[in-house]
C-alpha cells in the first residue's frame, strides 16, 4: 500500500501546526507587554502584521516604554534582526531560479520558526513546492498575529503574564524544532555544546550576549569540525568529502 503523501495545502499547514502553537502563547505575552508599554492595540497587531520579527517586537516594546529615542529603537531592533541575513542566504541555494517577486514573499514570512522547518526539510531531500512555503509562512503570521491581537485588546484581564509560564512556550518549541535537525554526531556535538555555553555564559553575568555568543561560536566549531573531518575522509579524486 503506497504512503499517504499530503497535499501541498496539507503539509504546509502540517509545517505550521507547532509553531503556531508556540507562537500564540508567546504572541499573547508581547501584546500584554506592548499594552502595558502605552502602545496602542491596533498599533501593536498592526506591528505582528508588517513587522512579524518577534524578538524585535519584544526589543520595541521594552524600549518604547522605557522612553528610548526612535532611532536607538530602530538600531536595536536592526541589530536583533540581522540573523535574517544569514538565514535568507542559507535558503538561497533552494531558491534559485524564483523570481524576484516571489523570493521577496517568502522572505517576508522568514523567522527563526519557519526557517527550522524549511531547511530541515530541504536537507532531507524534500522538492520545493511554493505552495507548501507560502502556507506555512502565513499561517505561522496568522498565529503570531492572533496571539499578539488576544493579548493586545484582552490583556487587561491578566495583571501578570509571568506565573502563566508562557515565556517557556518558544523554549519548548525551538526544543522541538532542533530535535529533529540532530541527524548525525556532529550536530549533536554542536548543538550540545552551544547551549551548554549559552547556559555559563549567562551564570558569567552575560545576559544581553550570551545566546550570540554562543551561537556564533558554535557555528565555528561545526565548520571547523567539518572540514577537519573533510580533510581526514578525501573523496576520490583528492576532493574533501564533506
Keep these: 500500500m503506497p504512503a499517504f503523501s499530503p497535499s501541498p495545502w496539507g503539509e504546509g499547514l502540517r509545517r505550521a501546526v ?7 502563547p508567546v504572541g499573547f505575552a508581547f501584546g500584554v507587554l506592548a499594552v502595558k508599554n502605552n502602545i496602542p492595540p491596533g498599533l501593536t497587531v498592526a506591528m505582528s502584521v508588517l513587522m ?9 516594546a521594552a524600549m518604547w516604554g522605557a522612553g528610548a529615542g526612535i532611532l536607538s529603537i530602530i538600531a536595536a531592533v536592526g ?24 523570493r521577496f514573499l517568502l522572505g517576508l514570512g522568514l523567522t527563526d520558526e519557519t526557517f527550522a522547518v524549511h531547511v530541515t526539510a530541504f536537507q532531507q531531500g524534500w522538492r520545493r513546492s511554493l505552495t507548501t512555503l507560502f502556507v506555512c509562512n502565513h499561517t505561522a503570521q496568522l498565529g503570531w498575529v492572533g496571539g499578539s491581537a488576544i493579548g493586545a485588546f484582552c490583556g487587561e484581564l491578566v495583571s501578570d ?14 526544543l522541538a524544532l532542533l530535535a ?11 548543538a550540545l555544546f552551544t547551549a551548554t555555553l549559552a547556559v555559563a555564559l ?4 552575560m545576559s544581553q550576549w550570551n545566546i550570540a555568543l554562543a551561537t556564533v561560536l558554535g557555528a565555528s ?10 580533510k581526514k575522509n578525501p573523496a576520490p579524486g583528492g576532493e574533501a568529502r564533506p
Excluded: E
Excluded at 79 to 96: E, F, G, H, K, T
Excluded at 161 to 174: I, Q, W
Excluded at 202 to 205: A, E, K, N, S, Y
Excluded at 221 to 230: I, K, N, Q, S
Design 180 to 190: 529533529p535537525q540532530c541527524t548525525s554526531r556532529l550536530h549533536v556535538i554542536v
Design 161 to 174: 503574564v509571568k506565573p502563566l509560564g508562557l515565556d517557556y512556550a518558544l523554549t519548548a518549541m525551538f
Design 202 to 205: 549567562r551564570g558569567l553575568g
Design 79 to 102: 541589530i536583533v534582526n540581522l540573523r535574517y541575513l544569514l538565514q535568507s542566504a542559507a535558503q538561497s541555494p533552494w531558491m534559485a531560479g524564483l523570481p524576484r517577486a516571489q
Design 221 to 230: 566549531l561545526g565548520t571547523w569540525l567539518l572540514l577537519r573531518g573533510g
Design 52 to 60: 512579524f520579527s518577534g524578538s524585535g517586537q519584544f526589543v520595541f
Design 18 to 24: 507547532p509553531i503556531v502553537l508556540g507562537y500564540l
